[in-house]
């Protein structure tokens, strides 16, 4: 293995990816301490491009949220409006769908659905939700409602977790997204948003959702007040339920936008989203993609990433709200095309994929 960009504090470490061994939890706290990003990067690199080679993986999907309106109230969220806020919105089913029609075309594959905690929607409106769109695009793949949802449907309808997500899933369900988890921290969890479900109950929706055959996503939210201890305890709880389900499809780190928030605090930097990146990879070696989110990152950034150990875009997305109403100053949208150009100017192979990661194309050769 080449050495020269590896630091000697980090050649136990650098053994270890080579060999495929598991990283430690201290390990992963002297990755985040690790001054030189480079080397860290380095590393990240060889585990994606063992996994991945030079592909650069994207879909093409839509985001379109169905409510905005949601009684927590946490301090980081730029996203949620209490009902008498001028900027809440939210759709009846006939309303998204229409919506969802002015955004919809024939390449799209996928369509990703969130919203708050809505004091006042009945859990029969997000069935009746899941069932009108699959009713309507019966060949789309449904990625919906965060952790968080589907532990406040419980309590709202007063069925077990189970029951619920047999129900949206009979309804259409096929997947759920990542959100919500914030960072699974006990003690963020009480400062930041005790509303909302614990880490443990967190887990316990992922934990159940793999075991009745319904893959999901993962994220952490970070840039705010959380510490490095509190991060890698955060991958290591993720590491720990894929080695027990092996549901999860992706891991996304997100980066905290402070703008429109109670909680406020500085945009993070460069360094910091890469070695988020790069941790991840190296940290999480159960997880087969790593999520460059280019409506978090901005574009150019999640380029770079691409050599720090991610190997998926996302996708078109188009209308994305939760990012954007934090301040967040990615477009809102890119064409297939400017997505294929970021990866091939990296100098990876842009390749079409379904929301299983299964391609969907052969790799195009990098021009």
Known sequence: METLFIAPN???????????ERLTAEEGIRLYQETNLAAVGFLADRVRRRLHSDIAYYVVNLHLSYSNVCFAGC????FGKFPDDPDA??????????????????RVTEVHIVGGL????????????????????????????TAVEVQYFSELSGYSVEKVLEKLKEAGLDALPGGGAEVLSDRLHRILFPKKASPQQWLNVHRTAHRMGIPSNATLLYGHI??????????????????????????IPLAYHPENTQLG?????????????????LML????????????????????????????????????KIFHMAGAP????LTEDELRKMAQEAGFRPVRRNSHYQPLEEPAAIS
């Not at 301090?75 to 730029?78: D, S, T």
């Not at 890698?232 to 499809?249: A, C, I, K, M, P």
């Not at 990615?330 to 949208?333: A, R, T, Y």
């Open 10 to 20: 980090l050649w136990t470490i650098a053994e270890k990816v080579e060999k495929g």
């Open 75 to 78: 301090p980081f969220c730029a």
């Open 89 to 106: 919105f939210e759709y009846d089913v006939d309303g998204y769908l229409r919506q969802l029609e002015r955004m919809m075309w024939d």
């Open 118 to 145: 809505h004091p006042d929607l009945p859990f029969d409106y997000y069935l009746n939700l899941v069932r009108a769109v699959k009713d309507a695009y019966p060949t789309i793949h449904l990625k919906a409602f």
């Open 226 to 251: 959380e510490i490095i201890e509190e991060k890698v305890h955060h991958l290591d709880q993720l590491r720990r339920l894929q080695d027990e389900t092996g549901g999860f499809l992706c891991y």
């Open 265 to 281: 605090g500085r945009r993070t930097t460069g360094v910091a989203d890469l070695r988020e990146v790069a941790v991840a990879r």
């Open 285 to 320: 070696d159960n997880f087969p993609h790593i999520k460059a989110y280019w409506i978090s990152l901005q574009p150019k950034l999640a380029q770079v990433a691409l050599s720090f150990g991610a190997d998926d875009m996302d996708g078109t997305v188009v209308n994305e």
């Open 330 to 333: 990615s477009p809102n949208q």
